[in-house]
Each structure stands twice: as structure tokens, then as C-alpha cells.
């Protein structure tokens, strides 16, 4: 099946900090998402993208759909300690296809 | 509230033993699936289905049984030929397959082999 590659695995960051991570993927995407799980729960969606070099953000997150459309990124600004938790890219071939997800950046945000 | 309901949270199994998982959603939605996560693994589909008495195979169903009986509810039964059957199993569902890709998660149901 289709591959994302997601980086980092991981990240430990102070609070206020500001923080990247990226998907890419050898196949083009129709639909890049990305989505956060906290401990203990199931992922909840951040944002959608659906448009080659789309910006969207909401609050602190903004993420962007990769003009190659290969690729996708997730800021987040001025972390808080409730950032903490898995954050996952899921990019989707085609409208309806299932989605591919990629392997999670695990986000540790210390006081 | 509308929303997703796995159960039970935790379940402790022993090797040869089949257990199923429950799964119910009250969001009228057409499709749900399920999920395998592990470690470093991200998630892995394991079945959809997109209409009642109807379901499709994931990536990795080899040791895993499914029903569609209602629109409501999706049960995922792990069977003793699952040869490495611990890990947190999550549940989702979406308005219609794939659609714009938007999935409701459950809150994951974590099984434990001893």
C-alpha cells in the first residue's frame, strides 16, 4: 500500500516554543489531514487540506498542502503544555479512496 | 451527544482465546473501520465497510472477523489465529467511504495477551 513518511518521530520542546513537522510521500495526494491523538484517546481531525499550496490554519496550528503535492507540513506556535500527544499526517489519493496514514510525531512540551 | 462508543476500554485475553470488540455510533454515519495502532506504527486498517451487510478487507486482516448488521454498529472480533494481537484497536466512522476524509474516532479499546 501507499507510504508517508512523517517527521520527526519525535520531538521534546519547552513551552513557547514553536514547532515543524512534515509528510511526504512518493505518491501525489488528493487530500492531506492532519490529526492529534491525546493519552488515551482516538485522533481527533486539526485540518483538512484539499488544494495544492493551500494554507489553513486554526488557533496556534497552521498547515500547508505541498505545491508538489507530495508533501504536507503542521506548525504549531507558541506551544502550551496541552500540545502533548501523538500528531498524525493522513493524505487521501483520491476523493472517497481510504486514507494512508503516516507513522506519528510524538510531541512532549515541558513547562 | 453524538459521537463514537468502543468498548471495553481494557481487555485482558489469554492466547487461544477469541474476544470481540464492540463498536457503535449514533452519528448516521454509512461507513466505519477499524483501526490497529502500535508503537511507532501509526495506524492500520484492518476492515470498512460502507453499507450494512457489507465490508471490505484492510491492510493487515489476516486473524480479525467483522459484521455489519446495523448502520450502528461494527464489531471486530480478534480471532486466535492473530498471532501478535496486542495493541490498541480504534474505531472510526465517516459520512460515506473515504469521502472528504474526515474520520470520528472512538476513544480505542487497549487489548492486552497474557
Known amino acids: 500500500g501507499q507510504q508517508l513518511n512523517q517527521s520527526p518521530q519525535s520531538m521534546f520542546i519547552q513551552e513557547g516554543e514553536d514547532v515543524s513537522m512534515n509528510c511526504t510521500s512518493s505518491?501525489?495526494?488528493?487530500?492531506w489531514l492532519w490529526y492529534k491523538q491525546e493519552p488515551g484517546e482516538g485522533p481527533v481531525l486539526l485540518i483538512a487540506?484539499?488544494?495544492?499550496?493551500e494554507l489553513t490554519s486554526n488557533g496556534r496550528l497552521t498547515a500547508q498542502f505541498g505545491i508538489t503535492r507530495k508533501d504536507s507540513f503542521l506548525n504549531i506556535s507558541a506551544s502550551i503544555p496541552s500540545d502533548v500527544g501523538i500528531y498524525f499526517c493522513a493524505g487521501q489519493l483520491v476523493s472517497g479512496s481510504r486514507l494512508t496514514f503516516g507513522e506519528g510525531t510524538q510531541l512532549t512540551v515541558n513547562p | 451527544d453524538g459521537g463514537i462508543t468502543q468498548s471495553p476500554k481494557y481487555l485482558f485475553r489469554k492466547e487461544g482465546q477469541n474476544v470481540t470488540l464492540s463498536c457503535e455510533q449514533n452519528l448516521n454515519h454509512d461507513a466505519m473501520y477499524w483501526y490497529r495502532q502500535d508503537p511507532g506504527q501509526g495506524l492500520r486498517l484492518i476492515y470498512y465497510s460502507q453499507i450494512v451487510n457489507d465490508f471490505q478487507k484492510g491492510d493487515i486482516a489476516e486473524g480479525y472477523s467483522v459484521s455489519r448488521e446495523k448502520k450502528e454498529s461494527f464489531p471486530l472480533t480478534v480471532t486466535s489465529a492473530q498471532k501478535n494481537p496486542t495493541a490498541f484497536y480504534l474505531c472510526?466512522?465517516?459520512?460515506?467511504?473515504?469521502?472528504?476524509?474526515?474520520?470520528?474516532f472512538g476513544e480505542g479499546s487497549r487489548l492486552t495477551v497474557l
Open positions: 505518491s501525489i495526494f488528493n487530500t
Open positions: 472510526a466512522s465517516s459520512k460515506s467511504q473515504g469521502g472528504t476524509g474526515e474520520l470520528f
Open positions: 487540506l484539499y488544494k495544492a499550496g
